[in-house]
């Protein structure tokens, strides 16, 4: 399994551009997360999926948008990228049975507003 | 609310030192209790966790008990290593219905030779 991916790894954006951040799992996993990490802060959920067709919001998800149609896809789109939305993005995801599993997080991207 | 608070860092050990980093949470229900640790320029890995109150979590040397009486997850290790240098952040789980963890603010932890 590769786990959770995505892509890209770093991205340049000049104000009031957009993007859409990618990422995909595949261990079928029900659960999914975004996060945003500034320097030497925690990490902030910005928007969550239950399953395919469901999302809902996190603490900060103004400036961005989701979609959830498929259980391994879970792309992130930034609209109008500001320089406040300079950060570091990550994906997660959990099987989400009762138990109350663990998120495996991918590798980030590091996304840089100009 | 729910919530999680470590101690600041960065801590700075030298090789074969004791490591304790200290986690205290505040939540209603009955949480899960998790450390992660972020390796530079990488995503978050789980090192640990417990589910319920006096279980103890334990991988790669580290520990951590939940401490219901005191609400704390502190993380232990008995002997440091640099490639132990890292940012662990301590989380809860409350809703097992999202999955949704609250982290702390993580610990930087630099380890010398």
């Known amino acids: 399994n590769a786990g959770v991916t995505q892509t890209p790894k770093f991205r340049i954006l000049k104000i009031g551009q957009s993007m859409t951040l990618q990422c995909t799992q595949d261990?079928?996993?029900?659960?999914m997360y975004w996060y945003r990490q500034d320097p030497g802060m925690g990490l902030k959920l910005i928007y969550y999926?239950?399953?395919?067709?469901?999302?809902d919001k996190g603490e900060v998800p103004n400036g961005y948008n989701v979609s959830r149609s498929t259980t391994e896809d879970f792309p992130l789109r930034l609209e109008l990228a500001a320089p406040s939305q300079t950060s570091v993005y990550f994906c997660?995801?959990?099987?989400?049975?009762?138990?109350?599993?663990?998120?495996?997080f991918g590798p980030g991207t590091r996304l840089t507003v100009t | 609310g729910d919530s999680v608070t470590q101690m600041e860092g960065p801590v700075t050990l030298s090789e074969e030192a004791f490591l304790t980093i200290n986690c205290t949470y505040t939540a209603t229900g009955y949480p899960s209790l998790f450390w992660y640790v972020q390796y530079p320029g990488e995503g978050l890995q789980l090192l640990l966790k417990a589910t319920k109150a006096d279980d103890k979590g334990s991988n790669k040397g580290f520990e951590a008990t939940y401490r219901k009486e005191t609400t704390s997850f502190h993380l232990e290790k008995g002997s440091v290593q640099v490639s132990d240098s890292a940012v662990y952040f301590c989380a809860l789980s409350v809703s097992s219905n999202t999955g949704k963890l609250i982290f702390g603010q993580g610990t930087t932890l630099q380890v010398k030779p």
């Open positions: 997660a995801s959990n099987k989400g049975d009762r138990v109350k599993g663990e998120q495996y």
């Open positions: 999926s239950v399953g395919a067709g469901i999302t």
């Open positions: 261990m079928n996993h029900n659960y």
